[in-house]
């Protein structure tokens, strides 16, 4: 069986809930702490042992390719300024996959953003990994999912349970139970009301597609938001071959929300080993002074 060699980012999206930051620069260059988001996506595909990474822009992006490029000016200066620690940072960025770009030239929705993929794809199996949702994981979550592949053969996307009333939010599945932690998805809908969501489990910002997922793109017309959507291609995938749902339960941030990408600064922050302790400290200093309970 084809291993999955190859990740396709989606990063061509506005970034409007993000205005006025995004307007002169992509979301995904949007610092958690000091790296930029998309960073952490691109490194967890890499600890899952993916370094062929398709990253989809569009205009305003190159920020992005810029990011991920050497940067020999700095470089130079970090290196003469014996600023090591620095230097193997910036370095590190550039060498650690084998990055590709292109342009979704139309804003048609997630669905089409992952059908311009097909060229550089190919034949072969792939994951998309979204950049609105980061997770911190050590690569558990992705490298699980390509385990279920190389097992069974079949799309798996993951999920995750959400609160009822947060449904209308996610696409939602229908789950039949087949070992801890998988289930095979029965049907799947696009943001439902929550009193017409077959269940909780909300798919969140990770595939594994088999190749096949392409002719399901090409077949699907425009859904929920007048968008091309990844969940319609999904749903006719699911007539001709199974689709596993993996569940898992922690490590992810949906730092397109504002709230999320606040908490994820936070935490992270904590758990860094440079900022935690004296964070920490602040965090308890500020409590007491705004009297939070």
């Not at 998309?38 to 992005?64: H, M, S």
């Not at 399901?216 to 938001?225: C, Q, S, V």
């Not at 006719?236 to 490590?251: D, I, M, N, P």
């Amino acid at each position: 069986m084809t291993k999955v060699r190859k990740a396709v980012i989606p990063a061509a999206g506005l970034g409007t809930r993000f205005l006025p930051a995004t307007k002169s620069q992509p979301k995904e260059m949007l610092p958690v702490i000091d790296k930029p988001t998309i960073q952490y996506v691109v490194e967890e595909a890499v600890g899952a042992g993916i370094t062929d990474i398709l990253v989809i822009t569009g205009r305003g992006k190159r920020a992005i390719e810029d990011h991920f490029d050497r940067n020999f000016e700095l470089e130079f200066y970090l290196e003469e300024g014996k600023k090591n620690e620095e230097l193997e940072q910036v370095q590190a960025i550039s060498e650690m996959a084998d990055i590709h770009y292109i342009r979704q030239r139309d804003p048609l929705g997630l669905g089409h953003a992952v059908s311009v993929a097909r060229q550089h794809v190919g034949s072969e199996p792939f994951a998309v990994l979204l950049g609105d949702d980061i997770m911190v994981d050590d690569s558990r979550l992705l490298r699980s999912m390509l385990d279920c592949y190389e097992r069974y053969g079949r799309s798996v996307v993951a999920v995750l349970e959400v609160a009822r009333e947060d449904i209308k939010n996610y696409g939602c599945i229908s789950p039949e139970a087949v070992e801890e932690d998988l289930v095979r998805i029965r049907s799947i809908v696009e943001k439902p009301k929550p009193e017409d969501a077959p269940s909780n489990l909300a798919v969140i910002g990770r595939y594994v597609f088999t190749p096949e997922i392409f002719d399901a793109l090409d077949r699907i017309t425009p859904g929920a938001g007048g968008e091309l959507q990844l969940t319609d291609a999904i749903s006719l995938l699911l007539e001709s071959q199974t689709v596993f749902g993996y569940t898992f339960e922690s490590g992810r941030y949906d730092i397109g929300k504002k709230i999320d990408f606040l908490r994820a600064t936070v935490e992270l922050a904590l758990d860094r080993p440079d900022l935690g302790e004296e964070f920490r400290a602040f965090l308890a200093d500020l409590v007491q002074r705004r009297k939070i309970v």
